[in-house]
């Protein structure tokens, strides 16, 4: 079992930053790549961005491109994601989720570990 824990939401205006970090404990943290995924109300969840185990892969979904940036400190258990330039679509809960392997992925399904969400507001 992985169990994750979000911190770093709130409410910002348009155009503003924010960092999101994941705690993770439990199993060992680097044994397992990493992402975030969102979820706006009435739509469904939606990934982010991805890391494999090393921090060397990365995967952006093209909305955040350029905005977005996930990274990792295995040293700490802990993933980031520096969210710049956000933008009133933004808005939603935000989720870290621990893969069940080491690679980087886009897709909900290899994701088996999730954290209880994050709320992150973008005010126009």
């Known amino acids: 079992q992985v169990q994750l824990v979000e911190s770093g939401g709130g409410l910002v205006q348009a155009g503003g930053s924010l960092r999101l970090s994941c705690a993770a404990s439990g199993r060992t943290f680097s044994n397992h790549a990493m992402g975030w995924f969102r979820q706006a109300p009435g739509k469904e969840r939606e990934f982010v961005a991805g890391i494999s185990w090393s921090g060397v892969r990365r995967y952006d979904a093209d909305s955040v491109k350029g905005r977005f940036t996930i990274s990792r400190d295995n040293a700490k258990n802990t993933v980031y994601l520096q969210m710049n330039d956000l933008k009133p679509e933004d808005t939603a809960v935000y989720y870290c989720?621990?893969?069940?392997?080491?690679?980087?992925?886009?897709?909900?399904?290899?994701?088996?570990?999730w954290g209880q969400g994050a709320q992150v507001t973008v005010s126009s």
């Open positions: 989720a621990a893969a069940r392997g080491e690679g980087a992925s886009r897709l909900l399904h290899d994701y088996a570990y």
